[in-house]
């Protein structure tokens, strides 16, 4: 399947941005399941763009904004083929052959990023065993699928009353939130159970009926041993398929914030962003 993929996004500030540059963390990844092909950034002010890679190998698009801007926009436009996907089952080793591997002191060094605590990704102890826990006696997979579901059925799905520096624990007292919110509760809790997980930013095939496919939706992938990292999103009852379009992932959403930077000015700033992703018949 071939999508066509449009972000736009709009800066304004009250008051003149005397130096400024912005970064920003939207192309879709090129991987085994999907291919990025003609692309392109263009911004207002016809500046030149400048990438680099950060530090889990994703594009960071990079613009000094000029001086005396008031207002800045964005805009993107790629084609990324996705691979079909037909259901990707994690259940390769035994249930026992996954427990050891994960409690191998090798395996928590090379994954130790996506298994300790992060600033976003922090549930206490209590939270955590509001939700089912990991044992031998269950597969990393199912247990993982069933995870899914009671982090899907604990939160009812709002906009506007969570932001993005809301936290697992702080959303985790109101019940409610929105992609991010619901990734980082999921995290949290498996990684409590040493099961390396991965907050993962990108794009929904629109027109599915799927929550969260008007912006960049968050989602996330768990390292399964023997199988790979497996997608999952607990915000719309869910494994990732060829629906979902990747765009980078990291520890939690500061890693994959689609847009950073730092800005010389007085006033508010206000941003916002849209986003249309177009099925190629």
């Avoid at 400024?20 to 879709?28: F, N, R, T």
């Avoid at 960071?60 to 904004?65: E, Q």
């Avoid at 936290?167 to 992609?179: I, M, P, R, T, Y």
């Avoid at 990291?250 to 914030?257: I, K, R, S, T």
Wanted: with cysteine; net charge neutral.
């Amino acid at each position: 399947m071939e999508y066509i993929v449009k972000y736009h996004s709009v800066n304004e500030y009250k008051n003149y941005v005397k130096e400024g540059i912005l970064e920003y963390l939207i192309l879709p990844e090129n991987n085994n399941n999907q291919i990025v092909s003609d692309w392109k950034i263009k911004n207002s002010a016809k500046l030149e763009t400048f990438y680099y890679q950060n530090i889990f190998g994703f594009r960071i698009c990079r613009i000094r904004l000029p001086h005396y801007c008031s207002t800045f926009l964005l805009d993107m436009e790629v084609k990324v083929k996705k691979n079909k996907l037909g259901i990707v089952s994690g259940v390769i080793l035994s249930n026992e052959e996954c427990f050891q591997i994960l409690n191998e002191p090798s395996f928590f060094i090379e994954n130790h990023l996506f298994i300790q605590k992060s600033k976003f990704a922090n549930l206490s102890v209590a939270q955590i065993e509001t939700f089912p826990a990991y044992s031998p006696s269950q597969h990393l997979y199912y247990y993982l699928r069933d995870l899914n579901t009671a982090v899907y059925n604990f939160f009812t799905y709002t906009s506007g009353l969570t932001n993005v520096h809301t936290d697992a624990s702080e959303v985790f007292e109101l019940k409610k939130g929105v992609c991010q919110d619901y990734s980082h509760v999921f995290i949290s809790v498996a990684r409590h159970y040493g099961i390396p997980t991965r907050y993962v930013s990108g794009y929904l095939h629109q027109g599915m009926g799927y929550v969260g496919a008007a912006q960049m939706h968050a989602w996330v992938e768990c390292l399964i041993p023997g199988a790979g990292w497996i997608g999952f999103d607990p915000t719309n009852h869910l494994q990732s398929d060829e629906h979902y379009i990747k765009a980078a992932h990291g520890c939690d959403y500061a890693d994959c914030a689609p847009l950073k930077g730092v800005v010389r000015t007085n006033g508010a700033q206000i941003t916002n962003h849209s986003v249309v992703v177009q099925a190629q018949l």
